[in-house]
Nanobody
Framework: QVQLVESGGGLVQPGGSLTLSCAAS????????MAWYRQTPGNERDLVAA???????KYRDAVKARFTVARDNAKNTLHLQMRDLNPGDTAVYYC????????????????WGLGTEVTVSS
């Protein structure tokens, strides 16, 4: 089985910084897109940032100038460096990845971590 585990969340004051990490483990053949999503109670889960297999990145407009997403393909990890945080960034952040788990049948599957909570408050 494949597992994604997020870490690095916590309480931070407005203007502060946090770095989130995601570690993928298990029966992984390869990993395609990796991404961070965030969700607040009662709302849908929205894309924050993504990094594709070729290294291309995509950011939500609200975070583009403040967040940096990066992946380490050798370690199967994903990171989100967040700076100048504001209360609007408060959410549970989820790691997402398209993972090839087999060379037979339909080998690609979409995986989610359980999330790490980020609270931005004074």
């Amino acid at each position: 089985q494949v597992q994604l585990v997020e870490s690095g969340g916590g309480l931070v004051q407005p203007g502060g910084s946090l770095t989130l990490s995601c570690a993928a483990s298990g029966s992984i053949v390869s990993i395609g897109t990796m991404a961070w999503y965030r969700q607040t109670p009662g709302n849908e889960r929205d894309l924050v940032a993504a990094v594709y297999s070729d290294g291309t990145t995509k950011y939500r407009d609200a975070v583009k100038a403040r967040f940096t997403v990066a992946r380490d393909n050798a370690k199967n990890t994903l990171h989100l460096q967040m700076r100048d945080l504001n209360p609007g960034d408060t959410a549970v952040y989820y790691c997402n990845a398209d993972i090839e788990i087999s060379k037979r049948g339909d080998p690609w599957k979409h995986y989610w971590g359980l999330g790490t909570e980020v609270t931005v408050s004074s």
